[in-house]
């Protein structure tokens, strides 16, 4: 199951809750806790991410706080393979590093764990939906300051406003879902 079908990607894009003017007014919401809470479609989705990652000899799955983390732990554990969190700046005890990144409405950051993994590692990312791309690509800076090897990012969804560009120079991008 290395691609899914449009009729399986249906079912899964039927699984998620879109919530209009959702944080704000003109935005909709893409809320996956929809899908997770779908045995049935997140075990499709967990299946298909697992066959298309089973032979790639991944090291481990780095996902971005929070939704990230749901996906990320679920895959490594299907791999066999560790779970890395990059988490809002703040939260992780011990010797951290920090990128920041631009949001609609001002700057943020992520931070990770200066031993999160091995050099030269080889790493899955993974978030739940890219829009502008900034998280992701602070994700990136933080793997590539780590020495870490970016073998693929991974979104579940793209809402098509132009944050896959962001990322094209780091890595090669899956996308599950593409609206």
Do not use: W
Not at 43 to 61: A, C
Not at 147 to 164: K, P, T
Request: proline share 3%; hydrophobic share 40%; aromatic share 8%.
């Amino acid at each position: 199951m290395c691609s899914l079908s449009q009729e399986q990607k249906d079912y899964l894009d039927s699984t998620i809750r879109k919530i209009a003017d959702f944080p704000k007014p003109g935005v909709i919401f893409r809320d996956i806790t929809t899908l997770l809470g779908d045995g049935k479609a997140f075990n499709l989705l967990m299946s298909h991410l697992y066959d298309r990652y089973k032979d790639k000899d991944i090291d481990y799955v780095v996902g971005i706080e929070s939704r990230g983390f749901i996906f990320g732990a679920a895959l490594a554990d299907r791999l066999g393979v560790g779970f890395v969190p990059f988490r809002k700046k703040g939260k992780l005890p011990g010797a951290t590093i920090c990128e920041k990144y631009s949001l609609e409405y001002g700057v943020d950051e992520i931070e990770a764990h200066i031993d999160a993994f091995k050099p030269r590692a080889n790493l899955l990312l993974i978030d739940d939906l890219i829009a502008t791309g900034g998280t992701a690509k602070a994700a990136c800076e933080l793997i590539l300051r780590l020495n870490g090897n970016l073998v693929e990012i991974i979104s579940i969804i793209d809402i098509g406003i132009g944050g896959l560009k962001e990322l094209k120079n780091y890595a090669p991008i899956y996308v599950v879902l593409q609206e």
